[in-house]
């Protein structure tokens, strides 16, 4: 089998199960991982900035490697983990397997926690049901940069067919301890028991919906809503590899029986994850979907006139302001990143930054994991409902008042056969619109794709997809009318009509 088209995206690895996405690839990757790992043993697995941290804790190095191993609900994935452990194994390098499907979040957690020299997480994510991935993270329990990424691609390449094959049988490697399987579900519950305010939750009697969607948050989510002392009525808790026949996302369409449980049970809440659960969805009281964009300056809110947490806060490019004012209302910086959580991450994981986002629901906040997680967004709705003693709506109609109603809307666009994408990006380089909806272009943003700046505030943003003939349409307008008008603004730019 080629190994040309093993390329990392944002989040990984991801091909189709039984075609590139089989155990051959798979065992290839898993070693790469390992070699990257033990080509950096004279920084104890880890890098000049983690010994220092290390020095000031009192902390020694670990003398060995270790990699933690996660996996989500779909078709053959804990079949998929034994099989990376056989090959981490046979480079020497501990391996700690999940017992149990496993989040993202509480990969990246386990990974930072035991100071492991990095993890894996075999997952497509919100992807269909014929896919599989393999994500890597490193010891910062973040999603990996371009550096690291773009080592393990070489190392895949380089790999001859002897390396690839070495192995350790599971068994064998259980036995002499090099291979572990451990359960994760204790010590996250005990990271988010510290991170949130239980108590609140419990004294006011929440009564919830929580949906895993045949994913890795089918031992996760409702338990640990139930340990904060909410009422709770567990949907899609079945394993699924299937998934009910729909991707496992968290958009509103995948949430209408979470919807319809909340109405039908009067429930204050309605949280959901997507199959890994790195992603979140939240429905209102009243069946409301509350978007990403929205869930985010929520949850700021939230810490800092609830909580009385400080810090700035980090969002990617076609993310809402919506976030931004809330942050200016408080007096907080506010940084812009290309798109991609690993941008977020990084900057998370200094811990000069309260709070994390983007605008395809990944949220995380300090001193938590610099990774996106659905179940931490999940229960600080939650908590917020608590403390506010109000529904999201009329948290959110508040919010309108003092900053204005922010309309955002995404869309994306396939390029047809007489649409050329490059010849498309050379023409909004060269001679890009400077009037958009009947208003004036004020600033042209080239971080990532293409975002025009109105001066009112209004924005369009172009992002064309690395991977496919899509470009993806942002906007964000303060009125439907201004808000219809960019998004036919950005169609006619891409059609070339424009």
């Not at 480079?91 to 979040?105: G, R, Y």
Request: proline content about 4%; some cysteine; charged content about 25%.
């Amino acid at each position: 089998m080629a190994t040309s088209n093993i390329k990392f995206g944002t989040s990984g690895w991801r091909a189709v199960i039984a075609e590139e996405f089989n155990l051959n690839n798979l065992r290839r990757v898993s070693h790469a991982a390992a070699e990257h790992v033990n080509e950096h043993k004279e920084y104890g697995f880890k890098g000049e900035e983690y010994l220092l941290n290390l020095k000031k804790l009192g902390k020694q190095p670990p003398k060995t490697g270790t990699i933690i191993i996660g996996y989500d609900t779909r078709y053959l994935s804990e079949d998929f983990a034994r099989n990376v452990a056989e090959a981490i194994a046979a480079e020497s390098i501990t391996a700690v397997v999940s017992n149990i499907e496993a989040p993202t979040p509480v990969v990246a957690w386990e990974v930072m926690r035991t100071n492991a020299s990095g993890g894996v997480m075999l997952t497509a994510s919100h992807n269909p049901p014929q896919y599989n991935g393999f994500k890597w993270t490193p010891y910062w329990g973040g999603p990996a940069i371009g550096e690291i990424t773009n080592d393990l691609e070489a190392r895949v390449q380089s790999l001859t067919n002897a390396e690839v094959e070495k192995h350790i049988p599971f068994e064998h490697g259980v036995s002499a301890g090099i291979i572990r399987v451990e359960d994760f579900h204790a010590n996250y519950r005990k990271q988010l028991a510290s991170l949130l305010d239980f108590s609140a939750i419990k004294k006011a009697g929440l009564k919830i919906a929580a949906d895993s969607v045949h994913g890795a948050a089918r031992t996760y989510l409702r338990p640990i809503l139930e340990e904060a002392g909410a009422s709770v009525i567990g949907l899609r808790e079945e394993r699924d590899v299937l998934f009910g026949g729909h991707s496992p996302d968290t958009d509103e369409e995948n949430l209408a029986g979470l919807k319809a449980a909340v109405l039908k049970n009067k429930l204050h809440l309605g949280l959901a994850c997507d199959g890994d659960a790195d992603r979140y969805g939240v429905i209102d009281s009243d069946g409301t979907w509350i978007a990403p964009n929205l869930v985010l300056g929520l949850a700021l809110e939230h810490l800092v006139k609830n909580r009385g947490m400080k810090g700035k806060v980090a969002r990617s490019i076609m993310t809402s302001h919506f976030v931004d004012a809330v942050a200016k209302h408080y007096g907080l910086e506010v940084r812009e990143t290309p798109v991609g959580f690993k941008h977020i991450g990084n900057l998370l994981r200094t811990g000069q930054y309260l709070i994390g986002g983007e605008e395809s629901a990944g949220m995380s906040i300090m001193n938590h994991v610099p990774e996106k997680d659905g179940i931490l967004a999940c229960l600080l709705m939650a908590e917020m409902v608590a403390y506010e003693r109000k529904p999201l709506r009329k948290i959110l109609a508040e919010l309108d008042k003092r900053h204005g109603k922010f309309i955002t809307c995404r869309t994306n666009l396939r390029l047809d056969g007489s649409l050329n994408m490059e010849a498309l990006v050379e023409r909004l380089k060269v001679s890009p619109p400077l009037n958009l909806a009947g208003s004036s272009v004020w600033r042209i943003d080239h971080t990532d794709g293409f975002k025009f700046i109105m001066k009112d505030g209004s924005w369009l943003g172009l992002r064309p997809s690395g991977t496919e003939p899509v470009v993806r349409v942002y906007t964000e307008a303060f009125s439907p009318k201004n808000s219809a008008a960019l998004n036919e603004a950005g169609r006619k730019i891409i059609s070339g009509k424009f």
